[in-house]
C-alpha cells in the first residue's frame, strides 16, 4: 500500500511528461515534472491553472464535460485542442494485453526521454491523448506511434487513473450526490438511494431513524481524514438531510458535524473536510490537483496541511498552485516549479536548490513578473515610496498593474547574487544599489549578459548621500529633523559633530543653524548623508 500523506492508496501512478497544443492561453507547452511534490508558481497569467485544467481534462472523469470557443487558443477553433498525458508507475489491471498492454511505451528517467518501444532499460508507461476539434466533441485515447489512432479510453477507465482535483466547489464533495466525493467513499449506493426515498416521504427525521450503516461508515472515514489534514471537528461527522435541497431526487444527504450542516462552516474548514473524502475517493493512483493551495486557510492550517500531503518517498504525487508566500517558505526549492508563459509557449523550470535562501527571503520575488531587487532596507523603503508616485504618474494604475514588486537584496553582494540567480530563472529582474560599493556597480556588458538591469546613484554615493545632495533645501533640512526625531536630538547632533570634526560641535538639529557656524550647504549635505548610512538613521 503506498501513502499519499495521511491516505492509502492501492498504487502509486504518476505523471512523467505533458504536451499541450492550443488549449486556452497556451499556444504549445511540453513539461516533464520532477518529484511527487509540485508548486506551479509565476506571476498572474502565467498559465498555472491551465496545467492543473489540462491534466484534469485528459485523465479525470468528467461528468458531462462542456468545451467552448473561449477553450480553444485564440478562440480559433480550427487548431483542436490536443493534450498527452504520459503516465508510468502503473497499475497491473491497466497493462494487461486484454486492457492497454499493447500500447505500452518507454520512459528513459535519467534522460527524460519518451521512445516508442520499451525495453528492459525503460519504465512502462502509457499516453493518453485528449483531442477536441471543431465538432466541439472531446475525445479520449490511449495512443503510441505504433498506432496513433489509439484505442479509445472510456470514463471508466479514466477513473482508473485515480486522478482528484480539489476544486472550489467544497460543497458538492459534503453531500452523496453524483460524482461527489462522499458517493465515492461510500461502498454501496443501494444504502443512499434508499434513504433518500425515505426522505422525500417524512424529511430529515426519518433520514435520521433510516438505516444508513453505509453512510455512517462514509462519513467516519471523512472524519478521520479531516482531523489529520488540521481540519476542526467538534462533535461527530455523520449523515443527515440537507433541508434546502430535500425536494430533490438525488443529492439531499450530506455531512454533519454533530447538529450543525458542514456546508454552513467557513471556507478554509470546508476545503479542509472536503479534501479528506475527495482522497479518500481514489481507488487507484494517487494523483491530486489542487489550485490555490491557501485558499481560506490561516498560515498555520496551511503548514499543516501542506505536510500531511506531502507524499512520503516516491509515493503518489500532488500538483498545486499558489500565491502565497507562507506556502513557499515552506517548500524545498525543488518543490517549486517555476511557470512563464512567453508569446503563448509555456515552459516550467524546476527552481534550482541554490535559490533556496532566496526562497525564504523573498518568495514573493517568485510571484511576480518583475522584480526590483533593492540592495538594502533603506533602497526598499525609498523604492516603496516612490510607488506611490509613479502611480500618480502612470493613470492611477499601481506598479502592481505592471505585475511588478521590489524586494529587499539583504544588503551589499549578496543583492548582486540574488539578482543573477532570479534572472537566470527566467524573471525580469532589475537592481537598484548604491555606487559606494565597488562589488555592487557594475557595467552594460554584464547587464547584458546576465539580462539585470542595474540602476545605481551618480557620483560613487550612498543612497542617503543622494537623497540628502539632491533634496531642495527646505526638504533637506525637514529630512534632518526626521532623523533627530525618530534618533534623539543629542545623539544625532553628537554623531555630526564627530563627523565634521575640527573641533566644530553642532548644537541644534536645524541646518540652518550650521549655515550660521560656517559649514557651507555642499558639506552640511555630504556630512549628513555619510553619518546617517553609517549610523542607520533610515
Request: charged letters at 25%; a negative charge.
Amino acid at each position: 500500500m503506498a501513502v499519499l500523506g495521511n491516505f492509502e492508496q492501492t498504487t502509486t501512478m504518476q505523471i512523467r511528461q505533458i504536451s499541450i497544443q492550443n488549449f486556452r492561453g497556451i499556444k504549445s507547452s511540453t513539461w516533464v515534472p520532477k518529484g511527487s511534490f509540485l508548486c506551479l508558481v509565476g506571476h498572474g497569467d502565467s498559465t498555472k491553472s491551465t496545467l492543473l485544467d489540462a491534466i484534469e481534462l485528459a485523465l479525470s472523469p468528467r461528468y458531462g464535460l462542456q468545451v467552448s470557443e473561449a477553450d480553444f487558443h485564440l478562440l480559433d477553433v480550427g487548431n483542436p485542442i490536443q493534450i498527452e498525458v504520459t503516465v508510468g508507475n502503473l497499475p497491473d489491471r491497466l497493462i494487461t494485453v486484454g486492457k492497454f498492454g499493447m500500447y505500452l511505451r518507454g520512459w528513459k528517467q535519467e534522460t527524460s526521454e519518451l521512445i516508442d518501444e520499451p525495453d528492459d532499460e525503460t519504465e512502462a508507461v502509457l499516453t493518453i491523448r485528449f483531442t477536441v476539434d471543431d465538432s466541439f466533441e472531446p475525445s479520449w485515447v490511449i495512443m503510441n506511434d505504433r498506432t496513433p489512432e489509439g484505442k479509445p479510453l472510456s470514463m471508466r477507465d479514466r477513473e482508473l487513473m485515480g486522478v482528484v482535483r480539489i476544486t472550489s466547489d467544497v460543497n458538492r464533495h459534503l453531500t452523496w450526490t453524483r460524482g461527489s466525493a462522499l458517493s465515492g467513499a461510500t461502498e454501496s449506493g443501494e444504502g443512499g438511494r434508499r434513504a433518500l426515498a425515505l426522505a422525500q416521504q417524512s424529511a430529515r427525521h426519518q433520514v435520521e431513524k433510516a438505516e444508513l450503516s453505509h453512510l455512517g461508515e462514509a462519513a467516519g472515514k471523512a472524519e478521520v481524514a479531516a482531523r489529520k489534514i488540521g481540519a476542526i471537528v467538534r462533535n461527530k461527522f455523520r449523515p443527515s438531510l440537507y433541508l434546502p435541497h430535500w425536494g430533490s431526487q438525488y443529492g439531499v444527504l450530506g455531512l454533519y458535524d454533530g447538529e450543525v450542516p458542514l456546508h454552513s462552516a467557513g471556507l478554509g474548514t470546508r476545503r479542509l473536510v472536503a479534501l479528506g473524502p475527495q482522497s479518500l475517493a481514489i481507488s487507484e493512483g494517487s494523483i491530486v490537483l489542487i489550485d490555490e493551495i491557501e485558499n481560506g486557510l490561516e498560515p498555520h492550517r496551511l503548514r499543516h496541511l501542506l505536510s500531511s500531503l506531502r507524499p512520503k518517498g516516491t509515493d503518489g504525487q500532488v500538483f498545486f498552485t499558489t500565491h502565497s508566500a507562507v506556502t513557499l517558505i515552506e517548500l524545498k526549492a525543488a518543490d517549486v516549479q517555476y511557470v512563464m508563459a512567453r508569446d503563448a509557449t509555456t515552459c516550467v523550470t524546476v527552481v534550482a536548490d541554490d535559490l533556496q535562501p532566496i526562497l525564504r527571503a523573498m518568495p514573493e520575488a517568485f510571484l511576480a513578473k518583475r522584480v526590483v531587487i533593492a540592495e538594502g532596507k533603506t533602497e526598499l523603503g525609498l523604492t516603496r515610496g516612490l510607488e506611490e508616485v509613479w502611480q500618480t504618474e502612470n493613470e492611477g494604475l499601481p506598479l502592481t498593474h505592471r505585475g511588478s514588486i521590489v524586494v529587499d537584496g539583504a544588503g551589499g553582494p549578496q543583492a548582486k547574487v540574488r539578482a543573477l540567480k532570479l534572472a537566470q530563472l527566467g524573471t525580469d529582474t532589475a537592481l537598484l544599489v548604491d555606487s559606494d560599493n565597488p562589488e555592487l556597480v557594475v557595467d552594460e556588458r554584464w547587464q547584458r549578459e546576465t539580462g539585470v538591469k542595474v540602476f545605481c546613484w551618480e557620483g560613487n554615493v550612498s543612497t542617503e548621500e543622494r537623497v540628502a545632495l539632491d533634496l531642495p533645501w527646505d526638504s533637506f533640512t525637514e529630512m534632518v529633523l526626521l532623523a533627530a526625531r525618530c534618533n534623539g536630538h543629542e545623539s544625532v547632533c553628537a554623531k555630526l559633530s564627530n563627523a565634521i570634526g575640527n573641533g566644530v560641535r553642532i548644537s541644534t538639529p536645524d541646518p540652518n543653524d550650521w549655515l550660521k557656524q560656517g559649514i557651507s550647504d555642499l558639506n552640511a549635505r555630504h556630512i549628513f548623508g555619510i553619518t546617517a548610512k553609517s549610523e542607520e538613521w533610515f
